[in-house]
Nanobody
């Protein structure tokens, strides 16, 4: 079992920046990829970014490429630096771990509670 704890959400004006962090605890003895997804009411969970255990490979959703950066600070902690935020980036951002396909939410068995990001005009 893996427990994920997110932090760093909040309210920001369009064009601003936020940094999200996610820390994994529990069964972290094996290598695993981690990712971020966002959820908006009435829409499917959207892939945002993911990173492999080594940190050498990063993946991004088309809507955030060039604006967001995912990094792995340690074996169990990832960050998501979000710049040039837009109102469309508003949503609950969820951290996930141990996905078989890093861009596919359906393959992740472990999820955090989520942190709200709100971008105003």
């Amino acid at each position: 079992q893996v427990h994920l704890t997110e932090s760093g959400g909040g309210l920001v004006q369009a064009g601003g920046s936020l940094n999200l962090s996610c820390t994994a605890s529990g069964d972290t003895s094996t290598a695993f990829g981690m990712g971020w997804f966002r959820q908006v009411p009435g829409k499917e969970r959207e892939f945002v970014a993911a990173i492999t255990y080594s940190g050498l490979t990063t993946l991004y959703g088309d809507s955030v490429k060039g604006r967001f950066t995912i990094s792995r600070d340690s074996k169990n902690t990832i960050d998501l630096q979000m710049n040039s935020l837009k109102p469309d980036d508003t949503g609950v951002y969820l951290c996930a771990a141990k996905g078989w396909t890093l861009t596919d939410a359906n393959t992740y068995p472990y999820w955090g509670q989520g942190t709200q990001v709100s971008v105003s005009t």
